[in-house]
């Protein structure tokens, strides 16, 4: 073995104490990272996590009420609307036409009444002068009958002056029947809520109400998607125009599996974090409501365990979650976005089922037409009823 050889042999064994040492703190670092992490798992809260969530929300649908030619769009796709905002203005024609017509036939009405009324003082005039004819019939009848007994006339006047008087009582009895006619028209009733006038203020309102139909506002707040309609397109009733998303009220549905469902409770506090911000933003939520099924439940097809071969697959079951109006008023988060869900199950106090029902917007009012159609009710009725009642 030459020198060169003996003096090289050392380094290519190297060292054994040295290995021997970084070994040893290989095996510490590794032994206090398992411990680490065991007791990182002994002491964290208590949570469940899903990736399998989504931002879920209302889409309110506009559709066509009425039949109608599209005139204006005052809204298009990914813009912002306020509730009553204009949103569509359909052509109007027509329903003025209508409008006008049911105007003039309460018109019609107010004046028909009139005149039922004043056939009811023809009848009373009538009866009392077949009243005051029956009289004077019956008087000249006893005198010509105290002249024949005095021989003062002869029986043919007297039989004469008889027929006078049923002639008399045949027109009384007329009259009388005619007074009974008119009254069934006008008989507990004015001439403001006669049958016939309040018939014609229920068309005159229903004209007032579908000539309001021309003009569609937005009934909530949100944005606007899914327009379809287009300038001078002829829609008929009920056909979807565009849909207004109300994005500040958006929520999570969070398939967690059925296995994760043992200590999930309502009113858990919950962080999200979304694709689209990153884990920088994070949104906070609580635990609103769970599904009352699996989604395979409510499927279109859903499964037929009972039939042919079987294998057992873990259910997912959608929980709700609320989020804070205010941050998304910072982060808008839209509709089918993938988001991650953390919820903090140690407080198991809260109840399993659901909360109880409550609107979910606020009721609309019911659609009367404007504001002014009781007004024009009024004026129709009061240029057309005269000075009588």
Do not use: C
Not at 291 to 305: E, V
Not at 331 to 347: F, H, K, M, Q, W
């Amino acid at each position: 073995m030459t020198d060169a050889q003996a003096s090289a042999e050392p380094s290519s064994n190297g060292n054994p104490g040295a290995r021997r040492k970084w070994l040893l703190i290989l095996a510490a670092v590794v032994l206090l990272a398992a411990i680490g992490y065991g007791v990182y798992l002994l002491l964290r809260p208590a949570t469940e996590e899903t990736d399998d969530a989504y931002v879920a929300g209302d889409t309110v649908t506009i559709t066509a009420r009425d039949p109608g030619t599209v005139l204006a769009i005052h809204a298009d796709n990914t813009q912002i609307v306020k509730a009553g905002q204009p949103l569509i203005d359909l052509d109007p024609a027509t329903m003025d036409v209508d409008l006008a017509a049911a105007e003039a036939k309460l018109a019609q009405a107010v004046r028909g009444v009139r005149a039922d009324f004043s056939k009811v003082n023809e009848s009373d005039a009538a009866i009392v002068s077949a009243q005051a004819e029956l009289g004077r019939a019956r008087s000249d009848l006893a005198r010509r009958r105290q002249a024949a007994a005095e021989g003062a006339v002869s029986g043919e006047e007297v039989a004469h002056a008889a027929d006078v008087v049923k002639t008399a009582q045949a027109a009384l009895t007329l009259a009388q029947s005619q007074l009974a006619q008119a009254n069934t028209q006008v008989q507990g009733t004015g001439l403001s809520d006669n049958p016939a006038v309040l018939s014609a203020i229920a068309d005159y309102r229903r004209a007032a109400i579908r000539r309001s139909h021309m003009h569609v506002t937005a009934p909530v707040d949100g944005v606007l998607a899914q327009r379809t309609v287009q300038i001078g397109q002829q829609i008929a009733a009920g056909t979807p125009l565009m849909t207004v998303v109300p994005l500040r009220r958006v929520w999570i549905d969070a398939n967690f599996r059925e296995t994760q469902l043992k200590d999930l409770r309502i009113g858990q506090a919950a962080t999200i974090t979304s694709d689209t911000y990153g884990g920088k933003v994070v949104f906070h939520g609580k635990v609103i409501g769970l599904a009352a099924g699996s989604g395979n439940a409510f499927a279109l097809l859903p499964p037929q365990n009972a039939s042919g071969n079987w294998i057992k697959i873990v259910q997912r079951v959608p929980v709700r979650i609320a989020l804070d109006p205010r941050e998304l008023d910072r982060y808008p988060l839209r509709i089918g976005l993938s988001v991650n869900v953390e919820v903090d199950t140690a407080d198991i106090s809260g109840t399993l089922a659901g909360q109880p029902a409550r609107a979910i917007f606020p009721a609309q009012t019911s659609d009367t037409g404007d504001s002014g159609v009781e007004q024009r009710i009024a004026q129709i009725i009061a240029r057309n009823r005269g000075t009588g009642r």
